[in-house]
Protein backbone atom coordinates (compact mmCIF):
# COMPACT_ATOMS: atom_id res chain seq x y z
CA UNK A 1 0.00 0.00 0.00
CA UNK A 2 0.97 3.81 -0.07
CA UNK A 3 2.39 5.65 2.26
CA UNK A 4 -1.43 7.21 2.58
CA UNK A 5 -3.82 5.35 2.15
CA UNK A 6 -7.68 6.73 0.52
CA UNK A 7 -10.67 5.56 1.60
CA UNK A 8 -14.41 5.44 1.29
CA UNK A 9 -17.25 4.42 3.44
CA UNK A 10 -20.46 2.91 2.78
CA UNK A 11 -22.93 2.86 5.30
CA UNK A 12 -26.38 1.07 5.52
CA UNK A 13 -29.09 2.85 5.14
CA UNK A 14 -30.60 2.24 7.61
CA UNK A 15 -28.30 3.82 10.18
CA UNK A 16 -28.56 7.08 7.48
CA UNK A 17 -28.90 9.73 10.45
CA UNK A 18 -25.68 8.48 12.20
CA UNK A 19 -22.78 11.14 11.86
CA UNK A 20 -20.18 8.25 11.35
CA UNK A 21 -19.07 8.25 14.86
CA UNK A 22 -17.88 5.35 15.61
CA UNK A 23 -16.17 4.94 12.20
CA UNK A 24 -14.64 8.09 12.55
CA UNK A 25 -12.96 7.18 16.08
CA UNK A 26 -12.07 3.91 15.01
CA UNK A 27 -10.56 5.20 11.95
CA UNK A 28 -8.63 8.00 13.83
CA UNK A 29 -7.34 5.41 17.06
CA UNK A 30 -6.82 2.21 14.04
CA UNK A 31 -9.20 0.42 15.55
CA UNK A 32 -11.36 -2.71 14.26
CA UNK A 33 -11.02 -2.72 10.38
CA UNK A 34 -8.75 -0.13 10.48
CA UNK A 35 -5.94 -1.61 12.10
CA UNK A 36 -4.91 -2.82 9.22
CA UNK A 37 -3.60 0.99 8.53
CA UNK A 38 -1.16 0.75 11.65
CA UNK A 39 1.57 2.26 9.87
CA UNK A 40 -0.31 3.78 6.90
CA UNK A 41 -1.86 7.23 7.17
CA UNK A 42 -5.29 7.52 5.94
CA UNK A 43 -7.51 9.88 4.56
CA UNK A 44 -11.34 9.71 4.05
CA UNK A 45 -12.53 10.78 0.78
CA UNK A 46 -16.36 9.61 0.47
CA UNK A 47 -19.00 8.93 3.25
CA UNK A 48 -22.41 7.87 2.28
CA UNK A 49 -25.49 5.06 2.53
CA UNK A 50 -26.70 2.43 0.35
CA UNK A 51 -29.54 4.30 -0.18
CA UNK A 52 -31.43 1.40 1.34
CA UNK A 53 -32.59 -2.08 0.36
CA UNK A 54 -31.14 -3.22 -2.53
CA UNK A 55 -28.61 -0.59 -2.09
CA UNK A 56 -28.90 0.89 -5.41
CA UNK A 57 -26.49 3.65 -4.51
CA UNK A 58 -23.52 1.26 -4.40
CA UNK A 59 -23.04 1.26 -7.94
CA UNK A 60 -22.79 5.27 -8.06
CA UNK A 61 -20.79 5.29 -4.63
CA UNK A 62 -18.26 3.38 -5.45
CA UNK A 63 -17.77 5.32 -8.74
CA UNK A 64 -17.77 8.87 -7.02
CA UNK A 65 -15.38 7.13 -4.25
CA UNK A 66 -12.90 5.43 -7.02
CA UNK A 67 -12.69 9.09 -9.00
CA UNK A 68 -11.67 10.67 -5.61
CA UNK A 69 -9.49 8.42 -5.13
CA UNK A 70 -10.06 5.49 -3.24
CA UNK A 71 -7.94 2.68 -2.74
CA UNK A 72 -10.33 0.86 -0.24
CA UNK A 73 -13.84 1.43 0.33
CA UNK A 74 -15.39 0.04 3.71
CA UNK A 75 -18.79 -1.32 3.92
CA UNK A 76 -19.34 -0.12 7.53
CA UNK A 77 -20.18 -2.41 10.32
CA UNK A 78 -23.61 -2.31 10.58
CA UNK A 79 -23.70 -3.97 7.63
CA UNK A 80 -23.02 -7.40 9.64
CA UNK A 81 -24.62 -6.16 12.70
CA UNK A 82 -28.02 -4.93 11.64
CA UNK A 83 -31.22 -6.78 12.68
CA UNK A 84 -30.96 -8.79 10.01
CA UNK A 85 -27.42 -8.38 8.66
CA UNK A 86 -27.41 -7.26 5.17
CA UNK A 87 -28.07 -10.27 2.92
CA UNK A 88 -25.89 -8.39 -0.11
CA UNK A 89 -22.57 -7.78 1.62
CA UNK A 90 -21.25 -10.17 -1.00
CA UNK A 91 -22.76 -8.91 -4.03
CA UNK A 92 -21.83 -5.81 -3.30
CA UNK A 93 -18.21 -6.42 -2.17
CA UNK A 94 -17.99 -8.67 -5.82
CA UNK A 95 -19.73 -5.63 -7.58
CA UNK A 96 -17.24 -3.37 -6.39
CA UNK A 97 -13.93 -5.17 -6.63
CA UNK A 98 -14.49 -6.32 -9.97
CA UNK A 99 -16.30 -2.92 -11.49
CA UNK A 100 -14.25 -0.33 -10.15
CA UNK A 101 -11.18 -3.18 -9.03
CA UNK A 102 -10.80 -1.18 -5.55
CA UNK A 103 -10.41 -3.24 -2.50
CA UNK A 104 -13.45 -3.87 -0.64
CA UNK A 105 -12.97 -4.25 3.27
CA UNK A 106 -16.19 -5.74 5.19
CA UNK A 107 -16.49 -3.44 8.26
CA UNK A 108 -15.66 -0.26 9.53
CA UNK A 109 -15.68 0.18 13.67
CA UNK A 110 -14.88 -2.33 16.21
CA UNK A 111 -18.41 -4.79 16.34
CA UNK A 112 -19.92 -3.55 19.84
CA UNK A 113 -20.42 -5.45 23.10
CA UNK A 114 -24.31 -5.33 22.83
CA UNK A 115 -24.20 -6.21 18.86
CA UNK A 116 -22.29 -9.56 19.37
CA UNK A 117 -24.07 -10.79 22.70
CA UNK A 118 -27.52 -9.84 20.88
CA UNK A 119 -26.39 -11.95 17.77
CA UNK A 120 -24.59 -14.52 19.36
CA UNK A 121 -27.87 -14.96 21.67
CA UNK A 122 -29.79 -15.51 18.24
CA UNK A 123 -27.05 -17.66 16.54
CA UNK A 124 -26.83 -14.89 13.14
CA UNK A 125 -23.03 -15.71 12.70
CA UNK A 126 -22.79 -19.80 13.33
CA UNK A 127 -22.85 -20.42 10.09
CA UNK A 128 -18.79 -20.37 8.69
CA UNK A 129 -19.85 -18.23 5.82
CA UNK A 130 -19.92 -15.33 8.23
CA UNK A 131 -16.57 -15.59 10.01
CA UNK A 132 -14.36 -13.64 7.64
CA UNK A 133 -17.02 -11.03 7.53
CA UNK A 134 -17.07 -10.53 11.41
CA UNK A 135 -13.50 -11.22 11.68
CA UNK A 136 -12.28 -7.78 10.74
CA UNK A 137 -14.24 -6.09 13.70
CA UNK A 138 -14.12 -8.81 16.33
CA UNK A 139 -11.72 -7.00 18.15
CA UNK A 140 -11.33 -7.91 21.76
CA UNK A 141 -13.14 -7.63 24.87
CA UNK A 142 -12.29 -4.29 26.42
CA UNK A 143 -11.85 -2.60 22.58
CA UNK A 144 -15.81 -3.84 21.94
CA UNK A 145 -17.02 -2.95 25.12
CA UNK A 146 -15.79 0.65 24.54
CA UNK A 147 -17.99 1.12 21.35
CA UNK A 148 -21.04 0.09 23.15
S1 LIG B 1 -29.64 -4.07 4.61
FE1 LIG B 1 -28.10 -3.81 2.95
S2 LIG B 1 -29.20 -3.08 1.16
FE2 LIG B 1 -30.55 -2.83 2.94
S3 LIG B 1 -30.24 -0.73 3.66
FE3 LIG B 1 -28.78 -1.99 4.79
S4 LIG B 1 -26.86 -2.07 3.57
FE4 LIG B 1 -28.52 -1.26 2.27
Request: with cysteine; aromatic share 22%; proline share 0%.
Given at each position: MNSKTKIGIIICDRYR???GGKCLRSMRNKE????????TAVELVGFTTCDGCPGGNIEYAGDEMVKNGADVIHLATGFVVGYPPCPYINKFKAFLEKRYSVTVVVGTHPIPKKYLDMHTSLG???????KPLIEPTMSDELTRANYD
Open positions: RCAGAFSIYKDTWEDAAW
